[in-house]
């Protein structure tokens, strides 16, 4: 299933791209617009499929949205038994937030929803799109140490080539050019 919460500010063709790349590569595909249906319905359809996908955009966005039809209250019931994929702000969500000041400073101006908080099923944050295992390289990834120590959690850095996977307790980084950070410390990479 897909959660469809796309936002209207910019070109979302990264959206289209990404259902073709599904409808090609995996089972049956359903399309889930949390706008539309009560969240008795969208549970009902959520909960005939193995899988969830929640593709990117404005995090801040999609946190209203998951607020507004109450997803963020039945997701931790629905992931239960469910495998969550989330991609850009669709795996940002379920983290730990970072100020705005900081996603001001990764992500360049982006729209404030006055969101507080994500949906915190997840003790860490994810910060996608960045270099992550060559935090020196570029501008952006050396604010990652500054966001490090400025929260009492972990931060994982991740490029578009890698991901955090977890099952139940045990967390792991797969793929290639990411970080895990802490205190201005880097705790594991991979270059």
Known sequence: NEACAVENSNDNSFFVDGMHFIKHNFGDFYLVNLLALSI???????????????????????????DKTGLSTLLPELLKTKVWCGSSAGSMVLGKMISSKWQGNLYGDFDDYGINNYVDLLDFSILPHLKGGDLASDNKDKVVFDISLDTDWDIYALSDWSAVLIDGDKVQTIGKHWSKLRDGKILENNR
Do not use: H
């Not at 319905?41 to 998951?66: H, M, P, Q, W």
């Open 40 to 66: 008795d319905d969208i549970k009902k359809r959520i909960e005939k499929s193995d899988a969830i996908f929640c593709f990117g955009g404005n995090t801040e966005y999609l946190k209203t949205v998951f």
